[in-house]
């Protein structure tokens, strides 16, 4: 079988957490609504005469992102009409937007794998949510408005990525960078958060960044995924099913595919669009809208300290392995949690002798994400772990030598380059010592000995 390259571009829906909707006063929480269809007015239920009011929030928040992303922000913007039928759009239309988004030209490093650009942030409208239920005996789809009008910035990638497990590590990076800015709770359990892959293969052996000019003639998008392991399941059935057809002299149909949890396969839905299938046209209740450079630069200053600085901060600051720095900063709330038992380590005596390597592998080993014990609770337990565990530089010194002298070939292993090695005779010690002992020092020891 000929060598395939994988090319995958993503689309990623994200709802904002806004108190209100993208263009009218309705309460934006459609996922706690009491019962269906409460949190409406004329302009979410594209009732005539309503008048569509962008909400500021939203477009803050919106280049907030693209700025979090690096992208450049456009200083002229607009929405426009994307034009389509479906039961859950009551207008028959979508403002969204098309030639001038927010926010264009990105890049987001990925551990491991080459980085993926962004291609655009824009900002859009929800739709309904269709219910499938049975009333009266009969089955029957109903529309529940609360989710309509909801602000949904889009995330576009560039088509840089090249299997189901990139595309993964990207989306885990890209959710934690969401969360840090605290523009939504991006739960995909709810919906709030939704993935959709574009995938195509060719024979080709391609650079990580494809110029578009040179992609293959046709694409498949799944649709609507709410897992980052069912987007890599999705990508790794339709490669599959790709090279398949292609091996037979055919091209793959273009079209819009949806994802099946049971069998991990996808199926066909319709035929997909183009762009200009939409009719796209300027929104003609909302004017153009003009961003200051003043402007774009007060919204950067609302940025917290993103996840790859925060890494890199921890790993100096606290001299940190970046192993930890990276567990430690999965969550805001974990790096937070982290530098308020730092900041209480520095202004109380009592803690001084706790290192931040002892504290990284209390929370580790926790997996401690901060609320259910105190900072303080915390550096007392490690304290009374650590005084419980204090034993005698000359009985480590002793431990290490007879430990040394029975694990000679060990010793070797380390002195050829096997330096893993290392943490096998720090174990032998603890042993020896019957589980007591700092790790740490009983490394140092180790290497005072056989350096």
């Not at 890199?312 to 392995?321: A, H, I, M, Y």
């Not at 303080?376 to 304290?383: A, P, V």
């Amino acid at each position: 079988m000929n060598t395939y390259t994988t090319i995958v571009g993503m689309e990623i829906h994200v709802e904002l957490s806004t108190q209100s909707k993208m263009f009218c006063g309705c309460k934006n929480d459609p996922f706690a609504a009491p019962k269906p269809n409460i949190y409406t007015c004329p302009v979410c239920l594209g009732m005539p005469g309503g008048i569509p009011v962008p909400n500021k929030k939203a477009i803050e928040w919106a280049i907030k992102l693209g700025l979090a992303l690096g992208c450049t922000i456009n200083t002229l913007s607009k929405f426009d009409r994307k034009n389509y039928f479906y039961p859950d759009l009551a207008k028959g239309y979508q403002i969204s937007q098309y030639d001038l988004p927010f926010s264009v030209n990105g890049v987001v490093d990925v551990e491991g794998f080459p980085s993926v650009r962004i291609h655009r942030v824009h900002l859009e409208e929800d739709t309904g949510k269709l219910q499938h239920v049975e009333i009266d005996g009969k089955k029957v789809s109903a529309i529940d408005f609360n989710r309509s009008g909801v602000p949904l910035v889009e995330i576009v990638t560039e088509a840089d990525i090249r299997s189901g497990d990139h595309a993964k590590a990207f989306l885990k990076k890209l959710h934690q960078i969401i969360r840090y800015t605290e523009i939504s709770g991006a739960d995909m359990e709810k919906g709030s958060m939704r993935l959709e892959p574009n995938i195509s293969v060719t024979k080709e052996v391609m650079e990580a960044h494809i110029d578009p000019a040179h992609l293959p003639p046709y694409k498949v998008e799944v649709k609507n995924i709410n897992s980052f392991s069912f987007v890599k399941k999705a990508i790794d059935f339709e490669v599959k099913r790709h090279i398949e057809l292609l091996e037979k002299g055919e091209i793959p149909k273009q079209e819009t595919r949806g994802y099946v949890e049971a069998t991990s396969s996808t199926v066909s839905q319709r035929s997909k669009e183009d762009a200009m299938d939409y009719r796209y046209f300027p929104e003609p209740d909302i004017p153009p809208i003009h961003f200051t450079e003043a402007q774009i630069e007060a919204i950067r200053g609302t940025l917290p300290e993103l996840p790859d600085a925060k890494v890199v901060r921890f790993t100096k600051e606290f001299s940190l392995s970046q192993a930890d720095s990276l567990v430690l900063t999965e969550t805001k709330e974990k790096a937070d949690y982290v530098e308020s038992c730092i900041a209480l380590i520095e202004a109380n005596k009592t803690f001084a002798a706790i290192t931040p390597k002892m504290l990284a592998n209390a929370i580790i080993n926790r997996k401690q994400d901060g609320g259910t014990v105190s900072p303080q609770d915390l550096l007392e337990e490690i304290q009374a772990k650590a005084q419980a565990n204090t034993v005698d530089i000359s009985v480590i010194t002793g431990a290490v030598g007879e430990v040394l002298k029975a694990q000679a070939k060990a010793v070797e292993e380390y002195k050829s380059g096997k330096t893993g090695v290392l943490m096998f005779i720090v174990g032998q010690v603890k042993k020896e010592l019957q589980g007591k002992g700092d790790a740490e020092i009983i490394k140092a020891e180790i290497l005072k000995h056989i350096a």
